[in-house]
C-alpha cells in the first residue's frame, strides 16, 4: 500500500495501514500498523525489536535520503513508508555521490549502496582511498565502514577498451583479454589464422589462442591475421594411415567428415580440427588417441589435445597437468578413466564409444 493509499483507507474508517520495513539488507517486507502516525519506537516495535536493544530507525525517502526517526518522534507516512530498522545506537557515515547518509551498522554491501545511491546497474561503484587505489566495489562485496571519518562511494561509467582484430574494432569491458576471445568477438576462428599482435615500437608478436593480452599496454595497434593454409592450388596431401583401424571405426569417422590418420610411432589415431565444447579458449583441437596393436582385446584409455585446452574462465582442469610428445608437439594429457560400471568389451566398444567418453569429459569441464 503506498502512502496515498493509507491515507484514502484512513479517510474510509479503516484502522490500520500498511509500511514496509527492511534491516539493513533492504529486503522489504510490508507490516500493518495501527496508526497513522507511528513513532519511531512503534515501527520498531512492529519490526520485532524492544528498546533494550536501542533499535536505529530511519525513513527511506524518495529521493534516497535517510531521516532519523526518534523513540518519540512520529513519521510522517506522506512523505514515504519505508522505513529501515537496525540494532545499533550509532551511526556510520558515508557518502554516496557526494550525498551524506548515516548508516546504522559498520558494515554495507555493494548491493546497499547501489539501492541506496539509485546508481544504474551498469554503473561501476568505487571506495575512494586516499594513499592507494580506489576499490572497485562489486554487488556481493561488504566494506567494512571505519569508525572515524567518512567513507565516499562514488559510481563511475565502466571503463572499456578497444582493440582492432584485422580492420573490426572490439570493445571489452576488462583490461585483458585472450586472443581466442578477441577472435571471437571479431568472428574469427582463431584456430584458422596465424595471429600477429603489432604493438608500436615493439617487435612484432605471434599469439597462441590461450595468450592473454594486455590493454592497457601503451602503442597497441592491433591483431593481424594470416591464413594458415594457404597453398598454390595443389590437393591436399593424402592422410597418413600407417595401421588399419576396424572397419567399424574407420567408416565412422568418415562419415563424420573427420580428417584423420594412423601413425604406427606410438601407435596413434590423429582426428584434425575435432570440435570442443564452448567455453575453452580454443574451438578446435589435433586430438590423439593411443590404439595399441592388441586393440580391440586391450581397451583404448585416455585421450591427448592439441593445444592445450585452457577454459575461459579460468581454472585448473583435473588431472591434465602431464603432457606427451606426439610428432613434435606438445599434448595435453587428460587422465580419464572407465569406471567399474562401464569396464571395457572388447565385442562391443571400440573407438567410437571412446570418442563418446572424449566428448562428455571435455564437456563437462565447462558444464555443458
Same mark, same amino acid.
Given at each position: 500500500?503506498?502512502?496515498?493509499?493509507?491515507?484514502?483507507?484512513?479517510?474510509?474508517? %479503516?484502522?490500520?495501514?500498511?509500511?514496509?520495513?527492511?534491516?539493513?539488507?533492504?529486503? #522489504?517486507?510490508? &507490516?500493518?500498523?495501527?496508526?497513522?502516525?507511528?513513532t519511531g519506537g512503534?515501527?520498531?516495535?512492529?519490526?520485532? #525489536?524492544?528498546?533494550?536493544?536501542?533499535?536505529?530507525?530511519?525513513? $527511506?525517502?524518495?529521493?534516497?535520503?535517510?531521516?532519523?526517526?526518534?523513540?518519540? *518522534?512520529?513519521?510522517?507516512?506522506?512523505?514515504?513508508?519505508? #522505513?529501515? &530498522?537496525?540494532? %545499533?545506537?550509532?551511526?556510520?557515515?558515508?557518502? +554516496?555521490?557526494?550525498?551524506?547518509?548515516? @548508516?546504522?551498522?559498520?558494515?554495507?554491501?555493494?548491493?546497499?549502496v547501489r539501492k541506496?545511491?539509485?546508481?544504474?546497474?551498469?554503473?561501476?561503484?568505487?571506495?575512494?582511498?586516499?594513499?592507494?587505489?580506489?576499490?572497485?566495489?562489486?554487488?556481493?562485496?561488504?566494506?567494512? +565502514?571505519?569508525?572515524?571519518?567518512? *567513507?565516499?562511494?562514488?559510481? =563511475?561509467?565502466?571503463?572499456? @577498451?578497444?582493440?582492432?582484430?584485422?580492420?573490426?574494432?572490439?570493445?571489452?569491458?576488462?583490461?585483458?583479454?585472450?586472443?581466442?576471445?578477441?577472435?571471437?568477438?571479431?568472428?574469427?576462428?582463431?584456430?584458422? $589464422?596465424?595471429?600477429?599482435?603489432?604493438?608500436?615500437?615493439?617487435?612484432?608478436?605471434?599469439?597462441?589462442?590461450?595468450?592473454?593480452?594486455?590493454?592497457?599496454?601503451?602503442?597497441?595497434?592491433? +591483431?593481424?591475421?594470416?591464413?594458415?593454409?594457404? %597453398?598454390?592450388? *595443389?590437393?591436399?596431401?593424402a592422410p597418413r594411415?600407417?595401421?588399419?583401424?576396424?572397419?567399424?571405426?574407420?567408416?565412422?569417422?568418415?562419415?563424420?567428415?573427420?580428417?584423420?590418420?594412423?601413425?604406427?610411432?606410438?601407435? $596413434?589415431?590423429?582426428?584434425?580440427? !575435432?570440435?570442443?565444447?564452448?567455453?575453452?579458449? &580454443?574451438?578446435?583441437?589435433?586430438?590423439? +588417441?593411443?590404439?595399441?596393436?592388441? !586393440?580391440?582385446? /586391450?581397451?583404448?584409455?585416455?585421450? !591427448?589435445?592439441?593445444?592445450?585446452?585452457? =577454459?575461459?574462465?579460468?581454472?585448473?582442469?583435473?588431472?591434465?597437468?602431464? /603432457?606427451?610428445?606426439?610428432?613434435?608437439?606438445?599434448?595435453?594429457? $587428460?587422465?580419464?578413466?572407465?569406471?567399474?560400471?562401464?569396464? @571395457? %568389451?572388447?565385442?562391443?566398444?571400440?573407438?567410437?564409444?571412446?570418442?563418446?567418453?572424449? *566428448?562428455?569429459?571435455?564437456?563437462?569441464?565447462?558444464?555443458?
Amino acid at each position: 500500500m503506498t502512502s496515498n493509499e493509507n491515507t484514502v483507507a484512513l479517510g474510509r474508517g %479503516n484502522r490500520t495501514v500498511t509500511v514496509e520495513i527492511a534491516r539493513t539488507d533492504l529486503a #522489504f517486507h510490508p &507490516v500493518e500498523i495501527d496508526t497513522a502516525t507511528p513513532t519511531g519506537g512503534k515501527i520498531a516495535k512492529v519490526a520485532g #525489536f524492544n528498546s533494550d536493544q536501542h533499535p536505529h530507525v530511519m525513513q $527511506w525517502l524518495p529521493d534516497g535520503d535517510l531521516e532519523d526517526i526518534r523513540v518519540q *518522534e512520529e513519521a510522517d507516512l506522506s512523505k514515504s513508508i519505508k #522505513f529501515i &530498522v537496525a540494532e %545499533n545506537s550509532s551511526s556510520h557515515r558515508i557518502t +554516496i555521490n557526494d550525498e551524506t547518509l548515516d @548508516w546504522p551498522a559498520d558494515v554495507i554491501s555493494g548491493a546497499v549502496v547501489r539501492k541506496l545511491g539509485k546508481i544504474d546497474p551498469a554503473d561501476d561503484i568505487y571506495l575512494e582511498r586516499d594513499d592507494e587505489p580506489d576499490l572497485l566495489v562489486r554487488d556481493q562485496d561488504l566494506i567494512k +565502514i571505519k569508525a572515524e571519518g567518512v *567513507e565516499e562511494f562514488k559510481s =563511475r561509467k565502466p571503463d572499456v @577498451w578497444k582493440l582492432n582484430v584485422q580492420g573490426k574494432v572490439i570493445v571489452s569491458k576488462s583490461s585483458t583479454i585472450s586472443a581466442a576471445d578477441a577472435m571471437a568477438e571479431a568472428n574469427f576462428d582463431p584456430n584458422a $589464422w596465424i595471429m600477429i599482435l603489432k604493438v608500436q615500437g615493439q617487435p612484432k608478436r605471434q599469439l597462441q589462442p590461450s595468450d592473454v593480452i594486455d590493454l592497457t599496454t601503451p602503442g597497441i595497434e592491433k +591483431i593481424r591475421l594470416t591464413a594458415k593454409d594457404v %597453398n598454390n592450388g *595443389e590437393a591436399p596431401p593424402a592422410p597418413r594411415r600407417d595401421f588399419a583401424l576396424q572397419s567399424v571405426d574407420e567408416q565412422y569417422l568418415d562419415a563424420l567428415g573427420f580428417r584423420w590418420e594412423t601413425d604406427a610411432t606410438g601407435r $596413434w589415431l590423429i582426428i584434425h580440427d !575435432y570440435p570442443v565444447s564452448p567455453g575453452y579458449t &580454443v574451438t578446435k583441437v589435433t586430438l590423439a +588417441i593411443q590404439v595399441l596393436p592388441t !586393440y580391440p582385446q /586391450t581397451q583404448i584409455d585416455m585421450f !591427448y589435445v592439441y593445444p592445450a585446452l585452457v =577454459r575461459r574462465t579460468g581454472g585448473a582442469i583435473p588431472a591434465t597437468q602431464t /603432457t606427451a610428445t606426439i610428432r613434435g608437439l606438445s599434448f595435453q594429457r $587428460w587422465s580419464r578413466h572407465r569406471g567399474a560400471g562401464s569396464k @571395457w %568389451n572388447p565385442k562391443t566398444d571400440n573407438v567410437i564409444t571412446h570418442l563418446a567418453i572424449v *566428448e562428455s569429459a571435455i564437456a563437462k569441464e565447462v558444464g555443458q
